[in-house]
């Protein structure tokens, strides 16, 4: 079955500095592959997603992720952070037919004036 | 134009006690699905619904689990017999179609259960 590992459960950068939250899968078929983000007591919502194409995908509020296959991973990034990106990060991966799809245990970012 | 609502927002009870959560999908939504999140984890699928298909119960825990869902319309998860380890956030997500996880599934603000 497919899984998801997200390295560190909670970073901290400074406004402005680039965001890196990472993400690696395991999928025995090509993976679909999402990044949700859960603001303060909101919902989550999805910031961006992998299909099929081209590798490199863009978001909602200037986030970007890479899918890797050769590393397994979906990393997510944002060149420059700020106050508002401060969430909790999931990502997650599922298989085209798979109702079931997987979470990360999640990452929570902390953004520094 | 509301998105999934769930409620209760909080709930506690007693451990032993029956315990039913209750999700609104977005209008028109044909998939929706039920979610466990304990704290300092991920997402753990439980149970999806597809239009009037058998549901997949396969991420269901153990037999005191169970959902319901009538159409495509509310949805409730009832636990019975609650164990201190069922406390956790309880989310749901709808979306459009379910086979193809291509599409967005949208998610309600969950339920948080303590069971004392």
């Known amino acids: 079955a497919q899984s998801v590992t997200q390295l560190g459960s909670h970073v901290s950068v400074s406004e402005g500095a680039l965001v890196l939250l990472r993400c690696n899968y395991s999928s025995s078929v090509p993976p679909y592959l999402f990044w949700y983000v859960q603001y303060p007591n909101q919902g989550l919502q999805l910031l961006l997603k992998?299909?099929?194409?081209?590798?490199l995908v863009k978001g909602i509020n200037g986030f970007e992720a890479e899918f890797k296959k050769s590393e397994t991973s979906f990393h997510l990034t944002k060149p420059s952070a700020h106050m508002s990106d401060a969430a909790e990060y999931f990502c997650a991966v599922s298989e085209e037919g798979n109702n079931d799809m997987r979470f990360g245990a999640g990452t929570r970012l902390t953004v520094k004036p | 134009g509301a998105g999934v609502s769930q409620s209760p927002s909080n709930k506690v009870t007693e451990k032993g006690k029956d315990v039913e959560l209750r999700c609104d999908p977005i209008?028109?939504?044909?998939?929706l699905y039920w979610y466990r999140q304990r704290l300092g984890q991920g997402l753990e699928f439980l149970i999806y619904f597809q239009g009037n298909s058998a549901p997949d119960k396969s991420g269901l825990p153990s037999d005191r689990f169970s959902a319901e869902r009538t159409g495509e319309s509310v949805s409730t998860l009832t636990i019975q017999r609650t164990q201190q380890e069922d406390s956790a956030v309880y989310l749901c997500?709808?979306?459009?179609?379910?086979?193809?996880?291509?599409?967005?599934?949208?998610f309600g603000p969950g339920t948080r259960l303590t069971v004392t």
């Open positions: 992998y299909t099929t194409g081209a590798t």
């Open positions: 209008s028109g939504h044909t998939a």
């Open positions: 997500a709808s979306s459009l179609v379910a086979r193809q996880v291509l599409y967005e599934q949208y």
